[in-house]
């Protein structure tokens, strides 16, 4: 069973940083393919950056320079660092996990299984 629980959200001012975090209940975090998306109210969900369990990393396109993703396995959490935030990244972000298939993290972030509960971040 996998569990993903969210922290980290808030209010911050345009310009401004935020970490979010994901506290990730699994044996080991780096056999899973991590990932964070999110959604903002009347748009589709939008996959926003990724860690496969081989260590590739992606981001969306709208984040890429700004968001860094990090996976710390010793405390089995997952990181999601954004700098320059615009009100256009506002959204609740959630955490989400998947496990590979024949070793690959192949699915788009916004299929994979797991997903926690979200965290609201509010940029204005």
């Known amino acids: 069973h996998v569990q993903l629980v969210e922290s980290g959200g808030g209010s911050v001012r345009a310009g401004g940083s935020l970490r979010l975090s994901c506290a990730v209940s699994?044996?080991?975090?780096?056999?899973?393919?991590l990932g964070w998306l999110r959604q903002a109210p009347g748009k589709l969900r939008e996959g926003v950056a990724r860690?496969?369990?081989?260590?590739?990393?992606g981001y969306e396109d709208s984040v890429k320079g700004r968001a860094t993703i990090s996976n710390d396995n010793a405390k089995n959490t997952l990181y999601l660092h954004m700098d320059s935030l615009k009100p256009e990244d506002t959204a609740m972000y959630y955490c989400?996990?998947?496990?590979?298939?024949?070793?690959?993290?192949?699915?788009?972030?916004?299929?994979?299984?797991?997903r926690g509960q979200g965290t609201q971040v509010t940029v204005s």
């Open positions: 860690i496969d369990s081989d260590g590739t990393i």
């Open positions: 989400v996990a998947d496990r590979p298939f024949n070793g690959y993290c192949s699915r788009p972030v916004v299929d994979f299984a797991y």
């Open positions: 699994v044996s080991s975090a780096n056999d899973y393919c």
